[in-house]
């Protein structure tokens, strides 16, 4: 067989208390879309970023094309054409795409003409079918655009190699496609991916090859076509997965959530939520598909009290509590789990116990003087009931993988008995096991009576958790909700569209 383009020799990685890489061999090809696949905190983001330059191996070598190299910082890596996308990207907000991509090129005179590099820029995406406008600032793109200004930067660079870490856990599935339309260019000029990915589909669609890493050992490497879907499961977690969750039952009388006519602006100052009016039930867990920017983000913040309502009426059990604030809401038991994590969610730099006073000081019998010792079992506790994988308490939040940070922001929003959850794509970026665990538990909490507002482009999920289902679409509801028995996919896919002439039985 030809020399890989870049062979992982018996690398290991070991971080305070635990052993991320161990002894892992890992190889690239050139012209590969190559998939790493594992269960959170099995050791994908550690051993790409040690090819990304980032972390320096305990132990092992990396070759390129046969040879030895020492990959001493990611500038390095970049130098060898080895370039890796984050978790969380890494752009500066207030700069263009242009300056943004072209910062830190060596190569660049101290004065350069921003026409000039805008035009090579242009040439360079849409070789790739990378749509991107150069001109436009970073605060003002999508998700999905921020994805490609960072992966058209590593082509700027001249990387051979793109490593891409979970990229389409904050895509929608109309970007994730195009994003695996892009990668497939990139593979027909010559290029290597690098996917990390929880999603089995993505695996099967766009991977030529997939490795397989369990509790931090390469465990399995498969050509494609050599595996199904419930095999790359069962190496993945090394056993098989319990039944899926029951759901369903009659829906409660009493109402928790009461829109009315909500209007709410969005941050460009457009309306977000247009006169949208929507009731969740004790007990109930209603379904929000929809494509991103609908107003998504803007009715959880609605509901959690983080965004202002322009119009409108929002009840809680009964009591008006329009724009009384967040604090006013906490206390009253509703619970967030928003999109980003580290943003709204956890504070990074904090550890895992002040993270969780955060939110559950409030909750203390003596106001005003917290418990550190209580708060630090407290916090042990939810650790183990949630199975956070953290090597300690001390340590700040920011270190934890993408799963390990979700499952401890569900323990904190989860274990204080909300009576209402707001929850956004609460199984993004959770290997299946995780997910299926988070299911479970949302599926629990409502029938402990609380009232949840499930939101997810997720069909599948929103078909397997929801006793009603609505469809968000230009910040309001083209049609009631329906009862999850009588919704059917189509129909949902059709509303999600835009398409409002859809004939409903709801
Ligand atoms: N900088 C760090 N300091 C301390 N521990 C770390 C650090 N980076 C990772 N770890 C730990 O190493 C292990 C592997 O983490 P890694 O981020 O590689 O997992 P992952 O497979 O990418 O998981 P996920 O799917 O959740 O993103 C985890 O237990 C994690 O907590
Ligand atoms: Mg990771």
Redesign the pocket.
């Known amino acids: 067989m030809a020399t890989p383009l870049v062979t992982m020799h018996n690398i290991s ?1 070991s ?7 161990d002894r892992v061999n890992f190889e690239l090809a050139a012209g590969e879309i190559h998939a790493l696949l ?12 040690i090819l990304g330059g980032l ?1 320096r191996p305990d132990q092992g070598r990396i070759y390129w094309q046969g040879n030895p190299v020492d990959l001493r910082s990611p500038r390095d890596a970049i130098r060898w054409g080895i370039g890796m996308v984050h ?1 969380h990207f890494k752009l500066v907000e207030t700069f263009t795409v242009t300056e943004n991509i072209v910062l830190g090129d060596k190569r660049l005179p101290y004065f350069w003409r921003p026409a000039s590099k805008e035009r090579e820029l242009a040439k360079l995406s849409a070789r790739f079918g990378l749509d991107v406008d150069p001109q436009a600032r970073i605060w003002q793109l999508s998700v999905g655009e921020r994805q490609r200004v960072e992966i058209v930067k590593m082509l700027y660079r001249g990387c051979q190699v793109l490593i891409l ?2 990229p389409t856990a904050v895509l929608t599935p109309q970007e994730a496609n195009e994003l695996f339309i892009n990668l497939q260019h990139m593979k027909e000029s010559g290029k290597s991916v690098v996917l ?1 990915t ?1 999603k089995l589909d993505e695996v099967l669609a766009v991977a030529d090859r997939v490795t397989i ?1 369990r509790a ?1 050992r390469a465990v399995a490497t498969r050509q494609r076509g050599s595996f199904s879907k419930e095999e790359l499961a069962e190496a993945m977690v090394g056993r098989q997965l319990p039944p899926r969750p029951d759901r369903r039952r009659p829906v409660q009388d009493a109402v928790t959530l009461q829109l009315d006519n909500a209007t709410a602006f969005g941050d460009a100052g457009q309306i977000a939520l247009n006169n949208l009016s929507l009731q969740v039930h004790a007990g109930e867990i209603l379904g929000i598909a929809g494509v991103a920017g609908n107003g998504q983000r803007e009715l959880a913040e609605v509901v959690t009290g983080l965004r202002p309502l322009h119009k409108g009426t929002m009840y809680l059990a009964g009591e008006n509590m329009t724009n009384r604030g967040v604090t006013a809401l906490l206390n009253k038991g509703v619970s967030h789990v928003p999109e980003d994590r580290l943003g709204s969610g956890l504070v990074p730099n904090l550890d895992a116990v002040d993270n969780v006073l955060l939110r559950t000081y409030r909750h203390g019998t003596r106001p005003g003087l917290i418990d550190y010792r209580q708060a630090r079992r407290q916090t042990e506790e939810l650790v183990k009931a949630f199975s956070v ?3 300690s308490l001390g ?1 700040p939040v920011k ?8 499952r401890l922001l569900l323990a904190r929003e989860l274990s204080a008995g909300p009576s209402l959850i707001v929850a956004v794509y609460p199984m993004r ?3 299946i096991a ?1 997910a299926e665990e988070v299911r479970r538990l949302l599926l629990r909490e409502r029938d402990r009576g609380a009232a949840i507002l499930l939101i997810s482009e997720d069909l599948d999920d929103i078909f397997r958790l929801s006793d009603r289902i609505a469809v968000l679409s230009r910040g309001s509801l083209p049609v009631p909700p329906i009862a999850a028995q009588k919704a059917n996919r189509e129909e949902i896919g059709l509303l999600m569209m835009g398409h409002t002439e859809v004939a409903t039985h709801g």
């Open positions: 990685k971080f305070p208390g635990v052993l991320a890489n594992g269960e959170n905190g099995s050791g994908k983001s550690t051993l790409m970023s972390y978790q870490d979970e990390i929880h890493l931090g994988q953290l090597a340590s270190l934890l993988s993408g799963g390990n940070l979700q970026g959770l290997d995780a």
